[in-house]
Nanobody, 115 residues
């Protein structure tokens, strides 16, 4: 069982920055893949960015070049640095961990970008 706790969401103006954190209840070096998803009202949950335990990252086209995912194995934490935020980035952001054969979700943190 993996428990994930997100933090760092909030209200920011367009063009601003936020950093989200996802703290895991066990060593993330044992987790194959960790990712951030988001879900806006009336829309499906979508992958924003992910990172393997080897450090390889992937991003949605909509955030490429603006968001950076990173992991700190010593702190058992994954981060999402979000820059040049746009109103369309407004959503609840969820942390996800894939530790075979299961997947785990955090409770989500709200990010609101005002125009």
């Amino acid at each position: 069982q993996v428990q994930l706790v997100e933090s760092g969401g909030g209200l920011v103006q367009a063009g601003g920055s936020l950093r989200l954190s996802c703290a895991a209840s066990l060593s993330i070096s044992t987790i194959n893949y960790m990712a951030w998803y988001r879900q806006a009202p009336g829309k499906q949950r979508e992958l924003v960015a992910g990172i393997t335990n080897g450090g390889t990252a992937n991003y949605a086209d909509s955030v490429e070049g603006r968001f950076t995912i990173s992991r700190d194995n010593a702190e058992n934490t994954v981060y999402l640095e979000m820059n040049s935020l746009k109103p369309e980035d407004t959503a609840v952001y969820y942390c996800n961990a894939r530790k075979w054969p299961s997947a785990y979700w955090g409770q989500g943190t709200q990010v609101t970008v005002s125009s």
